[in-house]
């Protein structure tokens, strides 16, 4: 399942055996090589299980989109709120 392929190539478990590198030495690795990823044996459970984990991997993804959108929302809120506060208080206003 390409999916599964997908996850598994971004795992850092894999790409730490991919650079042969603990993660973050490589802070700008965007891509692997091909005649790196084949050098790698990729292991794969059945094809019911690659999906069972590639809907959990991507529902975590997208409640992880969520709560970035939603922590980006009150921040945002949180900013107006002390540039309010500041300029009632520049003003005298507290």
């Known amino acids: 399942m390409v999916e599964f392929l997908h996850h598994q190539l ?3 478990s894999l790409r730490m055996e991919i650079t042969g590198r603990p993660p973050g030495a ?3 690795l965007k891509k ?3 005649g790196a990823r084949r050098s790698v044996p ?3 459970p059945s094809i019911a299980t ?3 984990m590639v809907g ?3 529902d975590l993804s997208t409640a992880a989109a969520q709560r970035t959108t939603i922590y980006a929302r009150k921040l945002a ?3 107006e709120m002390k540039k309010s506060l500041l300029h ?4 005298s206003a507290l």
């Open 50 to 52: 690659q999906r069972a």
């Open 32 to 34: 692997i090589s091909i």
């Open 56 to 58: 959990a991997l991507d």
């Open 77 to 79: 809120g949180l900013d």
């Open 88 to 91: 009632q208080a520049f003003r």
């Open 10 to 12: 971004r795992s850092p």
């Open 42 to 44: 990729v292991r794969a």
């Open 26 to 28: 490589h802070p700008t």
